[in-house]
Nanobody, 122 residues
Framework: QLQVVESGGGLAHPGGSLRLSCAAS????????ISWFHRAPGKEREALACISSSGAYTNYDRSVLGRFTISRDDYTVYLQMNGLKPEDTGVYYC?????????????????WGKGTRVTVPS
């Protein structure tokens, strides 16, 4: 069964940038649509962005539109986070869904990572 692992979290100043990565222990992700989620302290997990298996389709939550960019190659999916804000603090998760569909969705995700922590102090 596919297992995904996030990396790239850490401390960033407000207005700063981080790039998160989601990979599957050396296995290709080319047939998987990937989604990124964020769980802020004390809050529910929320969908941020997703990318289709081809990479041709992306979707963003309005809270990150224009600040975050999701991209991919055959082995890794990236979440470039610019203009970070204190409210971006939390744990970021990636999740995978085997899919050859043109679009991506935030449901029926079959493989979840354990998350990577991002801290943006106020």
């Amino acid at each position: 069964q596919l297992q995904v692992v996030e990396s790239g979290g850490g401390l960033a100043h407000p207005g700063g940038s981080l790039r998160l990565s989601c990979a599957a222990s050396g296995l290709p992700l080319k047939y998987y649509a990937i989604s990124w989620f964020h769980r802020a302290p004390g809050k529910e997990r929320e969908a941020l962005a997703c990318i289709s298996s081809s990479g041709a389709y992306t979707n963003y939550d309005r809270s990150v539109l224009g600040r975050f960019t999701i991209s991919r190659d055959d082995y890794t999916v990236y979440l470039q986070m610019n203009g970070l804000k204190p409210e971006d603090t939390g744990v970021y998760y990636c999740a995978a869904k085997w899919s050859l569909e043109r679009q991506c969705e935030y449901y029926d995700l079959t493989a979840w990572g354990k998350g990577t922590r991002v801290t943006v102090p106020s």
